[in-house]
């Protein structure tokens, strides 16, 4: 294997919620890589289809939500995702915890309110690797030091509800690294911390990164996150892929998609403290109205009567840029374009922001 191909591609991921008797689209036709020791962020505000994403590829998707269209490769080996069948199902399962493992966003409801956290992890050394309890029992203290839990010789037989937010967030990160896994999917994992213990969790996410060399894909709404931790990006609105990028500095300093931009336009900025935050008109739509065209189009300042009418076409450039648009921004408008040149008090442009 080469080191040019990806650890992980997803293609043509297109999946159907099935509610009070109706059937509707969540995800259509998502397409992405992500390299060995590359983290991708998946960006999207609530019901873009993010964490959805995360539990199709693991196989973990609620009854009512069903696969239609979706291939996947990992780390060489090929993946039918909309096959049904228990050989299938049991390929993917294989991949939990050793070659794919999952950070939830609230380890609260994760971990075993019960059981202690060092036996949440034990269990799960045990059953994957076959050690004996004694040995797989100094393996979790290791792991636990590994995360920066302080004393972990003790926090090794606390419960769940002694433990901090962040503490408990360190835990489920040592569980999820237990089995060296190649890719970690992050699911928001710091949106319920504070922003000390966030920061704390991001750098360890960078030096697990580099220590395992392992893939990350970590779904947010926080771009100051994704500019901090990851090298591209790709992002969602309404279960469609707006844009992406292998390069995240490009996204960031001259997007494409008029969503796109118009979230960076709405991300708070210390160094312009007079500047009044733009906030995007309206809201996303709901499963069950979904534009017939682009899905952006009802709130997007940019939008022309095609957008409307027509559906999105795919359009990539050989650096590694995808823009799903029928008018990207500064090229058909060029009003963010003009704009960047003005920098007047009211320009619309985008600066980098001081957490870049």
Same mark, same amino acid.
């Given at each position: ?18 509610? %009070? ?26 019901? #873009?289809?993010? #964490? ?6 693991? %196989?973990?998707?609620?009854? !009512?939500?069903?696969? +239609? ?8 080996? $090929? ?32 971990? !075993? ?20 309890? &004694?040995? &797989? ?15 972990? $010789? ?5 419960? *769940? ?13 040592? &569980? ?13 994992? =710091?949106?319920?911390?504070?922003? +000390? ?36 990006? +790709?992002?969602?609105?309404?279960? !469609?892929?707006?844009?992406? #990028? =292998? ?36 809201? &996303? ?27 999105? *076409? ?13 008018? *990207?921004? %500064? ?22 922001? +001081?957490?870049?």
């Amino acid at each position: 294997m080469t080191s040019r191909e990806p650890l992980l591609s997803v293609e043509d991921l297109t999946l159907k919620v099935r509610v %009070g008797g109706a059937e509707w689209a969540a995800l259509e036709h998502l397409s992405f890589d992500v390299g060995y020791g590359e983290a991708r962020g998946l960006v999207g505000e609530s019901g #873009s289809g993010k #964490s959805l994403t995360l539990r199709a590829i693991l %196989g973990l998707l609620p009854p !009512n939500a069903v696969i +239609t269209s979706g291939r996947m490769q990992f780390d060489g080996d $090929e993946f039918d995702l909309a096959r049904q069948g228990k050989q299938e199902r049991r390929r993917l399962e294989r991949l939990r915890g050793a070659g794919i493992s999952m950070i939830f966003q609230e380890p609260s409801v994760a971990l !075993n309110p019960v059981i202690p956290v060092g036996e949440q992890i034990v269990d799960a050394v045990m059953r994957r690797d076959g050690m004996r309890r &004694a040995a &797989a029992r100094d393996y979790a203290i290791h792991l636990m030091e590994l995360v920066g839990i302080h004393d972990a $010789e003790q926090k090794v037989d606390a419960y *769940p509800f002694e433990l901090s937010g962040g503490l408990k967030q360190r835990v489920m990160i040592a &569980a999820a690294v237990a089995g060296k896994p190649k890719l970690i999917l992050c699911d928001e994992p =710091t949106t319920a911390l504070d922003v +000390t213990v966030q920061q704390q969790i991001l750098s360890l996410f960078t030096h697990l990164r580099d220590e395992l060399d392992a893939g990350l894909l970590y779904v947010t709404h926080d771009l100051a996150v994704v500019a901090q931790l990851c090298d591209s990006v +790709t992002v969602l609105y309404s279960g !469609n892929v707006m844009e992406g #990028s =292998t390069d995240l500095r490009a996204v960031f300093e001259r997007p494409q998609h008029p969503y796109t931009e118009a979230r960076l336009r709405s991300t708070p900025d210390i160094d312009r403290i007079g500047r009044r935050l733009y906030s995007i008109p309206g809201s &996303a739509p709901s499963l069950a109205d979904r534009p017939v065209g682009c899905p952006f189009a009802p709130r997007c300042e940019h939008r022309q009567d095609d957008c409307e009418i027509t559906r999105v *076409p795919d359009t990539s450039s050989i650096d590694g840029r995808e823009v799903h648009c029928l008018h *990207p921004v %500064g090229s058909a408008t060029g009003q963010i374009e003009l704009a960047e040149e003005a920098r007047g008090p009211s320009s619309r442009c985008f600066s980098a922001p +001081t957490w870049w």
